[in-house]
């Protein structure tokens, strides 16, 4: 299969350049109308942890953060009970 494609691309290059540009022209127009029919928003899941998450920093601090915090465990996991309270009281200092 591969060497007829290459038979025909070395007997006839002004053709295959010709449809390639035919091509590429003609997905530039279809694509072109693709904006007006795609949607922007509405893909979160509402019941998502994140989208919950997102809620709450709405409500608690009215805006969306523009910080993250990066959270390293000395000794377990920052999921443990002792990095869960730590975590939790930063939160609390900062809401306040």
């Known amino acids: 299969m591969f060497s007829s494609l290459v038979a025909l691309v070395t007997r006839r290059p002004r053709l295959v350049l010709v449809l390639t540009v035919v091509l590429?022209?003609?997905?530039?127009?279809?694509?072109?109308?693709?904006?007006?029919?795609?949607?922007?928003?509405?893909?979160?899941?509402?019941?998502?942890?994140?989208?919950?998450a997102a809620d709450v920093m709405d409500a608690r601090f009215r805006g969306r953060p523009n910080v993250l915090f990066l959270v390293t465990a000395r000794r377990g996991a920052v999921a443990a009970l002792p990095g869960r309270s730590i975590g939790a009281g930063r939160g609390q200092r900062a809401g306040r």
């Open 24 to 52: 590429l022209l003609g997905g530039g127009v279809l694509a072109s109308t693709a904006f007006g029919k795609l949607q922007t928003a509405g893909f979160d899941d509402p019941a998502s942890e994140s989208s919950r």
